[in-house]
């Protein structure tokens, strides 16, 4: 197929949103260029869970069955390149790619993730995505009865340890001495046989990817067979803030039921957009993503003024 001088969709993120929307928009026969690079969020886990029939798949086969499946569509694209900037031109967007290579796009749709802010402790890489993670929908099953901590900047992280709960009964909050906890939030830990340790993390220890203690300053090592974290994520690029997209207060941008931002023929779905951050949620927003904008372009095509049915 020749390269269209317009596509009809630009899709920035090549992960399960923007794969998803692609094969959508595919189906539905328009033309559509994806453009990834850069990490994906779980890239450092070994198998990704509660996904209807993926459950225990790695991360990576999954994206690469996806892509696969989508080289049966010939008006769709899949290419290696970071996308820098966007800006839009009259009723045409004009994206700026790796090397300076220019494309153009009539609706844009960010499937861009999100970049989790990490700490920096010693041991934290080496542990992340096998005994260190984020979610225990994703994660708790394979932990449960086991030792379970939960670590965070803010006192939210006492309502991640509450539910950790569920998966086992030995589970420590760290507060690393970063907040105070009400006394009341206190008193409902210690009811629900949370421990509670104050002292700063250390670094984290064990053997090759297998947490084993959390090591604290002052104080007895914290036995750990696994760490949840509850700390903030950004934009993993600037483009929806270029784009006119609003961001809420955890760092997403806001769409409404049908991905549609604030920003004028800009969607978004995926962790990037508000919503449980799961793959599937994610396949999810990208399916419904493609199909408002493709409704979104057949109104815009069709011949004769719109009628809405009664
Ligand atoms: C450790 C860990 C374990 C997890 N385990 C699970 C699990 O078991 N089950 C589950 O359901 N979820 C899990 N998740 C959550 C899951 O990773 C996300 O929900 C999912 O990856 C979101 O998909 P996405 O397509 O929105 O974003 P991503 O998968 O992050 O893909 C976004 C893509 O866009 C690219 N990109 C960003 N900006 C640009 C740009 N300007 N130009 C080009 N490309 C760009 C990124 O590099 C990336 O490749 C886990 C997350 C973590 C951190």
């Not at 300076?100 to 009539?106: K, P």
């Amino acid at each position: 197929m020749a390269l269209p001088d317009i596509w009809d969709v630009l899709v920035v993120g090549g992960g399960p949103a923007g794969l998803s929307a692609a094969l959508m928009l595919g189906r539905c026969c328009r033309s559509v260029l994806v453009c990834d690079a850069g990490p994906k969020r779980n890239e450092a886990s070994r198998s990704l869970h509660a996904f209807l029939t993926r459950d225990g798949t790695p991360p990576a086969e999954l994206l690469e069955i996806a892509r696969a499946q989508l080289r049966r569509y010939r008006t769709v694209r899949l290419l290696r390149a970071r996308v820098g900037t966007v800006k839009r031109r009259a009723r045409v967007f004009e994206a700026t790619l790796t090397r300076g290579r220019r494309v153009r796009a009539r609706r844009v749709l960010l499937a861009t993730g999100v970049v989790d802010e990490l700490p920096r402790w010693p041991g934290l890489r080496r542990f992340y995505g096998r005994s260190v993670f984020h979610c225990p929908y994703c994660d708790g099953w394979e932990f449960r009865d086991r030792r379970l901590a939960a670590w965070g900047p803010t006192s939210a992280t006492a309502g991640l340890a509450l539910k950790l709960t569920s998966w086992s009964p030995r589970v420590t909050l760290l507060t690393g001495g970063r907040y105070r906890l009400a006394s009341r939030m206190r008193a409902r830990l210690a009811a629900n046989g949370v421990a509670v340790r104050d002292e700063p993390v250390v670094r984290l220890a064990g053997d090759a990817t297998a947490l084993e203690r959390v090591v604290v300053a002052g104080g007895e090592p914290v036995a750990c067979d696994a760490l949840f974290l509850s700390v903030p994520c950004r934009q993993s690029c600037g483009l929806s803030l270029e784009l006119g997209c609003r961001l809420a207060k955890g760092g997403t941008v806001i769409a409404d039921r049908r991905s549609r931002t604030h920003g004028d023929g800009v969607f978004a779905a995926g962790d990037a957009s508000i919503d449980s951050q799961l793959v599937v949620v994610a396949a999810s927003e990208g399916a419904r993503a493609a199909i408002a904008i493709h409704e979104e372009l057949l109104e815009e095509d069709l011949a004769g003024d719109s009628v809405h049915s009664p």
